[in-house]
């Protein structure tokens, strides 16, 4: 094995491989191996946790080398986990995109795999850790995984616009670099909103407790309206009572208002203020497999902090903040590829197309 890493990867270096990450867990994704595919059938595994592999800094270094394709699938992810090591992001492609770039909705590696005739191996799930695998499941799947991935790459790189795939792939070192810098948190109002939210957590709890009910649980809830004469309409599984949010809008009994409003603040309060306790700076993940092509993120979703409140805990590193967004692009788009004389007369008087 040791000639075979020398002779296909690291003595005359191949002009693109395939990479694959496994990490701890997605939660702490802290690497502990790595697999290289040289072809569709050829890859190697580099261990990095609980001891490194003896070959680890030669592959680095073939990462780091800008004149070598590095193939990926889900490049977000795996060249975050192995940010420490400062791989060339400059000649990188993504087998993620080029699958939406070709239509695919879903492009989860087995299910791309398997589209191709690539039956990955069934293993254990991982239930929390990736030490839930033994070393040789470990190995198995990262080795597979490359394969796969190195395989796709062949696959979609004729099928695909190379221009569309070039922008795509230049926005993937911004996002890193803005995942890692992340956004100041302003601690002392954070815990001060962190005091009030308990505050009317623990009023709301208080008038629930008196009537005899947990706001918080939904079968309690509708419980206590079914008791006053206001009966909820059936889940679609018909096991349960319907007590979400459009539901509960629609009624004005003070319970229902109740639940409602206690549901709020404790969405604030566990969602977007306690998780940041004790951060200088709120880091997210960001991910560009939504099927809309928006970038959209998670852990922690800074695109969707709620208004108010709750997005004043967050500061500029040089104030002021600057917002900037596409007016109706997606319409905008399709206007100009439609050619469409209506929808283009709206936009050239600075029409809202939603309103016209």
């Given at each position: 094995?040791?000639?075979l890493?020398?002779?296909?990867?690291?003595?005359?270096?191949?002009?693109?491989?395939a990479?694959?990450?496994?990490?701890?867990?997605?939660?702490?994704?802290?690497?502990?191996?790595?697999?290289?595919?040289?072809?569709?059938?050829?890859?190697?595994?580099?261990?990095?946790?609980?001891?490194?592999?003896?070959?680890?800094?030669?592959?680095?270094?073939?990462?780091?080398?800008?004149?070598?394709?590095?193939?990926?699938?889900?490049?977000?992810?795996?060249?975050?986990?192995?940010?420490?090591?400062?791989?060339?992001?400059?000649?990188?492609?993504?087998?993620?995109?080029?699958?939406?770039?070709?239509g695919?909705?879903?492009a989860?590696?087995?299910?791309?795999?398997?589209?191709?005739?690539?039956?990955?191996?069934?293993?254990?799930?991982?239930?929390?850790?990736?030490?839930?695998?033994?070393?040789?499941?470990?190995?198995?799947?990262?080795?597979?995984?490359?394969?796969?991935?190195?395989?796709?790459?062949?696959?979609?790189?004729?099928?695909?616009?190379?221009?569309?795939?070039?922008?795509?792939?230049?926005?993937?070192?911004?996002?890193?670099?803005?995942?890692?810098?992340?956004?100041?948190?302003?601690?002392?109002?954070?815990?001060?909103?962190?005091?009030?939210?308990?505050?009317?957590?623990?009023?709301?709890?208080?008038?629930?407790?008196?009537?005899g009910?947990?706001?918080?649980?939904?079968?309690?809830?509708?419980?206590?309206?079914?008791?006053?004469?206001?009966?909820?309409?059936?889940?679609k599984?018909?096991?349960?009572?319907?007590?979400?949010?459009?539901?509960?809008?629609?009624?004005?009994?003070?319970?229902?208002?109740?639940?409602?409003?206690?549901?709020?603040?404790?969405?604030?309060?566990?969602?977007?203020?306690?998780?940041?306790?004790?951060?200088?700076?709120?880091?997210?993940?960001?991910?560009?497999?939504?099927?809309?092509?928006?970038?959209?993120?998670?852990?922690?979703?800074l695109?969707?902090?709620?208004?108010?409140?709750?997005?004043?805990?967050?500061?500029?590193?040089?104030?002021?903040?600057?917002?900037?967004?596409?007016?109706?692009?997606?319409?905008?788009?399709?206007a100009?590829?439609?050619?469409?004389?209506?929808?283009?007369?709206?936009?050239?008087?600075?029409?809202?197309?939603?309103?016209?």
């Amino acid at each position: 094995e040791e000639k075979l890493i020398y002779e296909l990867l690291l003595s005359s270096p191949p002009d693109q491989v395939a990479v694959d990450v496994e990490t701890i867990s997605l939660e702490y994704p802290e690497p502990i191996g790595l697999s290289i595919a040289v072809s569709p059938t050829d890859a190697f595994y580099f261990p990095i946790l609980p001891e490194p592999s003896t070959y680890l800094t030669d592959v680095i270094k073939l990462l780091q080398s800008p004149d070598i394709l590095k193939i990926f699938h889900n490049s977000l992810y795996d060249l975050k986990a192995l940010a420490e090591y400062k791989l060339d992001q400059s000649n990188i492609v993504d087998t993620l995109i080029m699958a939406h770039l070709a239509g695919e909705r879903f492009a989860d590696l087995p299910y791309l795999a398997n589209s191709i005739g690539i039956e990955l191996p069934e293993l254990p799930k991982i239930k929390q850790w990736i030490w839930d695998l033994t070393l040789e499941q470990i190995v198995t799947k990262c080795c597979t995984d490359a394969e796969a991935t190195y395989a796709l790459y062949q696959h979609y790189k004729d099928e695909v616009d190379a221009e569309y795939l070039a922008v795509e792939m230049k926005l993937i070192p911004i996002l890193i670099t803005m995942s890692g810098k992340g956004i100041r948190v302003d601690q002392p109002l954070r815990a001060v909103i962190e005091a009030e939210l308990a505050d009317e957590l623990k009023v709301y709890e208080d008038l629930a407790e008196e009537q005899g009910f947990n706001p918080g649980s939904p079968k309690q809830v509708a419980y206590m309206l079914a008791k006053d004469g206001v009966f909820l309409p059936m889940t679609k599984k018909r096991k349960s009572l319907r007590t979400d949010e459009a539901t509960l809008r629609k009624i004005t009994h003070p319970i229902a208002v109740l639940a409602l409003t206690y549901r709020h603040s404790k969405k604030l309060y566990s969602t977007y203020i306690r998780p940041l306790t004790g951060e200088d700076r709120c880091h997210t993940n960001f991910h560009m497999d939504a099927i809309t092509g928006r970038v959209s993120s998670a852990r922690h979703n800074l695109q969707n902090i709620p208004k108010g409140r709750m997005r004043s805990i967050f500061l500029p590193d040089t104030p002021p903040f600057t917002d900037l967004d596409f007016s109706q692009i997606e319409l905008r788009t399709l206007a100009y590829i439609a050619q469409d004389d209506a929808m283009q007369a709206i936009f050239d008087s600075e029409g809202d197309i939603h309103q016209a």
